[in-house]
């Protein structure tokens, strides 16, 4: 017996006038993901604890089946295991995005144009973190490159208590409002203003602005937390499990609960990515061992936190055609037992840009017989009017294992 989960990251939406009031899930081309719907059992799930923020941190977390109210202690420390940042105790880790500002003289003018730099490539982004490393690191300010915009800032000897704001919530609007407050807010906010000093005129950003590419002119902090204590995934549920992924927090997850997570060649946590490099490492991970396979895939959280419409749906299309459908198939031409999980982490409407907190459709799949409620299609809607509603999202774990889906 395999199990599968294939979680496209943001693809529940709300309906959008230019698809007619359609979402890009009703939209895209799906045949694989429908046929899932109209012969697995379907519906809608809660992953968001009430009362937290709908990020995918948490919203993967319940997925895998760990209650986040319980393990959850902020999302950069995750994303620092990844990168092989070893945390003490009295370490705090912080999310670093290389973001595009405007370029007003005062720094708490300026407005958050692009919380991604535009996807800044990694050879680029690395030498900027690079150079801000040698002008801002301090003995208790420690700063780690990553992968495109994404980088962590350890803080020693400290405690969290610091408020931010998410770049990705504040596209478009003034950054005043949404500076670092609380214990370490004035430290942090005159890093920030540093690291804009230092990056604006930075040849790799004057080459940016030559090519009409968006300059890569500050560090935006947010998602602090200390090092999690999570429980291996097989004494939880008694499987090997692996995950094929491209971001450094489902690589954090897959590293602290035990699960295997390879490098994939190609696969990116950007708007586009190699969606056949995930499955064929997916199935790579069942040939060495793996019970359970978890399929993380960004692209469509990314296309909407950019307002690319067009882009969403594409990811949506591609995640059907190169993951969903070659996998089922191959399992299929091994004749082996097979069940699959479907389902996004939480929506990112396209109006805002962002994340809510809201239910997301979700569809449990048997290879050996077909399970009710059913769905016409795999839509937000169409899961919606199954009326089958379940609460919390790591009751989704306990059930794909038990086969008990209903």
Not at 128 to 139: D, G, Q, S, T
Not at 173 to 192: A, D, V
Not at 249 to 258: D, E, M, V
Not at 309 to 315: G, Q, S, T, V, Y
Request: aromatic share 6%; with cysteine.
């Amino acid at each position: 017996m395999k199990y599968i989960i294939i979680l496209g990251d943001g693809m529940a939406d709300l309906p959008i006038e230019n698809l007619g009031g359609r979402t890009p899930l009703q939209a895209a081309k799906t045949p694989c993901m429908d046929e899932l719907a109209k012969r697995g059992t379907a519906g809608m799930v809660r992953t968001i604890p009430e009362g937290m923020p709908p990020g995918s941190d948490a919203a993967n977390m319940s997925v895998m089946g760990y209650d986040p109210s319980i393990y959850y202690t902020g999302r950069a420390p995750i994303e620092a295991v990844s990168m092989g940042i070893n945390l003490n105790p009295s370490d705090v880790a912080i999310r670093c995005n290389l973001s595009t500002v405007s370029d007003e003289p005062v720094y708490e003018n300026k407005t958050m144009l692009d919380f991604s730099a535009g996807e800044i490539p990694t050879e680029q982004a690395n030498a900027l973190i690079r150079y801000l490393i040698e002008h801002l690191n301090e003995k208790h300010m420690r700063l780690y490159p990553g992968i495109s915009f994404r980088h962590c800032l350890v803080l020693g000897n400290t405690a969290v208590g610091t408020r931010f704001t998410p770049p990705h919530d504040i596209m478009g609007k003034p950054i005043r409002p949404y500076l670092p407050e609380g214990l370490n807010g004035t430290r942090l906010t005159e890093f920030q203003r540093h690291s804009y000093e230092l990056l604006k005129d930075h040849p790799i950003n004057l080459e940016r602005k030559a090519r009409y590419e968006p300059a890569a002119n500050t560090c935006w902090l947010w998602g602090e937390g200390t090092r999690p204590a999570m429980k291996p995934f097989k004494e939880l549920y008694g499987l090997n499990a692996g995950a094929a992924c491209a971001v450094d927090l489902i690589k954090g997850l897959a590293i602290l609960t035990g699960m295997k997570a390879p490098h994939i060649p190609g696969a990116t946590g950007g708007k586009r990515t190699d969606c056949a490099a995930k499955a064929r490492a997916a199935l790579r991970l069942m040939d060495e061992g793996c019970d359970l396979v978890y399929i993380h895939v960004e692209a469509p959280d990314e296309s909407a936190h950019a307002g690319d419409l067009d882009c969403k749906i594409e990811a949506i299309e591609a995640i059907d055609r190169d993951i969903v459908g070659p996998v089922m198939n191959c399992l299929r031409k091994r004749s082996e037992e097979f069940r699959i999980l479907l389902l996004p982490d939480h929506p990112t409407p396209m109006s805002i840009r962002t994340h809510t907190a809201g239910p997301v459709p979700f569809v449990l799949y048997r290879s050996d017989r077909d399970t009710s409620p059913h769905a016409k299609a795999y839509s937000e809607a169409d899961c919606a009017d199954t009326e089958l509603f379940i609460p919390e999202g790591p009751m989704l774990m306990k059930r794909l294992i038990s086969g008990e889906f209903s």
